[in-house]
């Protein structure tokens, strides 16, 4: 059964740092695509940061520079390292994995991310 678990979150002033973990357990970390998504009050939900199979990430615009998606193979765990926080930044953060797919030649991932953690709020103070 694959849980996911968030943790890190809390209110920093605007600058500031949080790293965010998310506790894997059910499946094999390291083969599948693993992400960080956020959602603000009245916002659809924001794709933040992704890891994929072969370690290639991606981030949004917004945090590029800001933010390091990372994860620890051996403790199962997905990390989120986020820098110069700003009030903007403030929303729940959730952590979500999906198994990829082969296909000529390399692993992708999937476009939808299918299991998901409870989040953690991560509030940034001007």
């Known amino acids: 059964q694959v849980q996911l678990m968030e943790s890190g979150g809390g209110s920093v002033q605007s600058g500031g740092s949080l790293r965010l973990s998310c506790a894997a357990s059910?499946?094999?970390?390291?083969?599948?695509?693993m992400g960080w998504f956020r959602q603000a009050p009245g916002k659809e939900r924001e794709k933040v940061a992704t890891i994929d199979r072969d370690d290639s990430t991606n981030y949004v615009e917004s945090v590029k520079g800001r933010f390091t998606i990372s994860r620890d193979r051996a403790k199962t765990t997905l990390f989120l390292q986020m820098n110069s926080l700003k009030p903007e930044d403030t929303a729940m953060y959730l952590c979500?994995?999906?198994?990829?797919?082969?296909?000529?030649?390399?692993?992708?991932?999937?476009?939808?991310?299918?299991?998901w953690g409870q989040g953690t709020q991560v509030t940034v103070s001007s």
């Open positions: 979500a994995t999906v198994a990829p797919y082969y296909r000529s030649g390399r692993w992708y991932c999937p476009p939808d991310f299918q299991f």
């Open positions: 059910g499946f094999a970390v390291n083969w599948y695509c």
